[in-house]
């Protein structure tokens, strides 16, 4: 079974601090997602990485960067949280050239101060 | 990506059959037909997908129709588990820069004891 892991299910923060987000799957994939989900607003993708230190823009990246250094591993950093940040982070991991078949983490619910 | 309908909620007694209905009348040749759900408080799982022939995993089975216009998830044996959001999302191949997941509104089931 394919597992993704995230670091923490919930998380307070308060306005400027730095948060990290991780998230580790086990099974070799080489693509790892970050996206948040809202209320209304859906899944929204952060940022996609299809291979370690390679990543691209997903729809709504401002205020956020991300780290892949190693294949297992993809992290999210709040550079600065801000309060319109809180949200459901969630982490999704799948195989080169299945981008449609993603594994999900359980979600990190952030709420920022 | 072609639009799906789905209606808003549906109810199941445990221990029966539970199909989840979904129409994509503009789905185009290439585009697959993937189901994921999501239960409350947790991330998106994968259930199943599939191109044009019926298909049958360890969770549920996929019916499309011959004209490819519609198709129904089916969980042979609805537990009070299954209770979820379930979404039905029409893809094509990947390719590009088309990674990101788009889920609609969905229908939330509901199993009943």
């Known amino acids: 079974d394919v597992k993704v892991t995230q670091s923490s299910r919930y998380l307070v923060k308060r306005t400027g601090e730095k948060v990290f987000l991780e998230c580790v799957q086990d099974?070799?994939?080489?693509?790892m997602f970050w996206y948040r989900q809202d209320p209304g607003l859906g899944l929204r993708l952060i940022y996609f990485?299809?291979?370690?230190?390679?990543?691209e823009k997903g729809d709504i990246p401002e205020g956020y960067s991300v780290s892949r250094e190693k294949k297992e591993r993809f992290s999210l950093i709040l550079e600065s949280a801000s309060t319109n940040q809180t949200s459901m982070y969630l982490c999704a991991s799948s195989r080169q050239g299945r981008l449609e078949t993603q594994y999900f983490g359980p979600g990190t619910r952030l709420l920022v101060l | 990506d072609a639009k799906t309908t789905q209606p808003p909620s549906m109810d199941c007694a445990e221990g029966r059959a539970a199909n989840l209905p979904c129409n994509h009348s503009t789905i185009s040749g290439n585009e697959y037909v993937y189901w994921y759900r999501q239960i409350h408080s947790q991330g998106p799982q994968y259930i199943i997908h599939g191109l044009k022939n019926n298909e049958t995993n360890e969770m549920a089975s996929l019916i499309i129709t011959e004209d490819r216009k519609s198709s129904t998830l089916i969980l042979p044996h609805a537990t009070l588990r299954d209770t979820a959001v379930y979404y039905c999302i029409v893809r094509g191949n990947s390719g590009g820069s088309n990674y990101k997941l788009t889920f609609g509104k969905g229908t939330l089931l509901t199993v009943n004891p």
């Open positions: 099974m070799d994939h080489e693509n």
């Open positions: 990485s299809y291979d370690v230190k390679m990543k």
